[in-house]
């Protein structure tokens, strides 16, 4: 439904009350199979795996502050977890099978309840065999209110996949750990969607003021957005507002797990349609439409106003902090010569052998020992180096982090860094919440063949 200011401010008014029903025990999360129309009316539904059978899974929206309780069902034929991304997280509700807690088997249940200190645009998904179970439709968004919302007209949340279908049954290609993907891009669909459904249509009028709340939740790609028919800024990335809207010029990239929020005003005439739009090397493709019927306002507005920031740690003497390399390594092209899977030094044929095709400093899997081991509150660098011939979105659990531009300036706050072939990105970390942390890439492919590491803070 399309979420009007007034809406927005009577849902967060009603999940403050959350923590006083606490006691009538937390609301299931079941995962399980169903079908869907994935494909364009006139192709068959769809199998899919999907948080109370849909995908994405029903929209949590809480308020800024609160509590959230969800007991999640396991109906699945596979165990499975639930990962709260971009939240900074209890460690011990982050949903990290062997590092938080323990997969939940089929027919099991387990009990995720954590405070939400972050406004902003975050999402859930499975974090156990992600590779497959993303992919099969295990997401859904997370949306922290802000105690007051902007002056919009009205709002949208837009959760971006592909999907790789058989273009004559509609079926899911069971394909997921073939060693192509694996060790290339990773897993790129043949089918865009918006909202789980192919070229969605949404209602808005002339000059009206919108927030579009963008998630991407594809295994591997990273979407080249543009709008046509709109006007918009960038007020958010990850979650987390930026000190000044950024106008939106050309395509902008968001890469898998990250997220963008968008203040657009509609400048499409009634009658047509505004765009949210794909851009690709043969041209644009239109991910949803606005049909626009009706006037607005008519007066052009200012640009919007910064959101209210979160409680984020202060970065301060960043020149004095100790840098730490990560080395991507590996893939197509630029092989593995060898990486330690564990303990063992293993050849690339090896591992290849193995499933594994990418390595983290040399290791081709999650090591015993931690890749950074920080005293809470220590502010640390880290320069991830991308060796290989592809791009990856490096993403920490836990924390979120500030982009160093490569003039020394702080750029924005992100959980989530894209980092493309031949590229060193360095990133400056407050280390402040304790814990064990999931540090790895987030297209999920290159995690489950070997970029995936962690830290620890004490």
Not at 48 to 74: C, H, K, T
Not at 132 to 146: F, K, N, S
Not at 400 to 421: K, Q, Y
């Amino acid at each position: 439904m399309l979420l009007t200011r007034r809406h927005v401010l009577k849902a967060a008014a009603a999940s403050a009350l959350l923590p006083r029903l606490a006691a009538a025990g937390p609301v299931t999360l079941t995962a399980r199979e169903a079908r869907q129309q994935i494909a364009p009316e006139g192709y068959p539904d769809t199998a899919i795996w999907g948080y109370e059978g849909g995908a994405p899974g029903p929209e949590i929206r809480v308020a800024q502050g609160a509590r959230l309780s969800r007991r999640l069902m396991n109906e699945l034929p596979q165990p499975t977890a639930v990962h709260w991304h971009g939240i900074r997280i209890d460690n011990a509700m982050d949903g990290v099978p062997g590092l938080t807690q323990q997969a939940v088997p089929q027919g099991g249940s387990f009990d995720y309840d954590f405070t939400l200190p972050d406004a902003g645009t975050y999402w859930y998904h499975s974090h156990n065999r992600s590779m497959e179970q993303v992919a099969r439709g295990l997401y859904g968004p997370l949306i922290v209110d802000e105690p007051s919302a902007p002056d919009i007209d009205g709002e949208w949340v837009l959760v971006l996949d592909d999907w790789r279908l058989d273009p004559e049954t509609g079926a899911l290609a069971g394909d997921f750990d073939n060693g192509h993907d694996l060790s290339h891009a990773g897993r790129l669909g043949n089918l865009l969607t918006v909202n789980g459904g192919f070229d969605p249509a949404y209602p808005a009028r002339q000059g009206a003021r919108l927030r579009l709340r963008l998630i991407n939740a594809a295994n591997a790609r990273v979407f080249e957005l543009g709008l046509d028919g709109m006007q918009g800024w960038i007020v958010a990335l990850d979650g987390m507002p930026l000190e000044e809207p950024l106008p939106v010029s050309g395509a902008f990239p968001l890469a898998p797990a990250q997220r963008a929020d968008l203040i657009v005003d509609i400048t499409a005439e009634s009658g047509t349609a505004a765009s949210l739009l794909s851009i690709e090397r043969d041209g644009g493709y239109g991910l949803c439409r606005f049909d626009v019927a009706g006037q607005g306002a008519r007066a052009t507005r200012e640009a919007p106003v910064p959101l209210p920031p979160n409680p984020l740690p202060v970065i301060e003497g960043l020149a004095d902090s100790p840098l730490h390399q990560m080395r991507l390594e590996g893939g197509a092209m630029r092989w593995l010569d060898s990486a330690r899977l564990g303990e063992t030094e293993l050849s690339g044929r090896e591992l290849a052998q193995l499933g594994r095709f990418w390595a983290l400093n040399g290791q081709a899997d999650r090591p015993e020992t931690p890749f950074l081991d920080a005293a809470r509150g220590s502010l640390h660098r880290i320069a991830f180096v991308n060796e290989t011939a592809f791009d990856h979105g490096m993403h920490l659990h836990g924390h979120h982090f500030r982009v160093i531009a490569p003039n020394g300036e702080l750029g924005p706050w992100r959980d989530t860094v894209l980092v493309a072939r031949g590229e060193t990105r360095q990133i400056a970390l407050v280390a402040d919440n304790p814990g064990d942390w999931l540090l790895h890439c987030h297209m999920l492919g290159h995690a489950s063949s070997g970029m995936t590491s962690w830290f620890r803070v004490t």
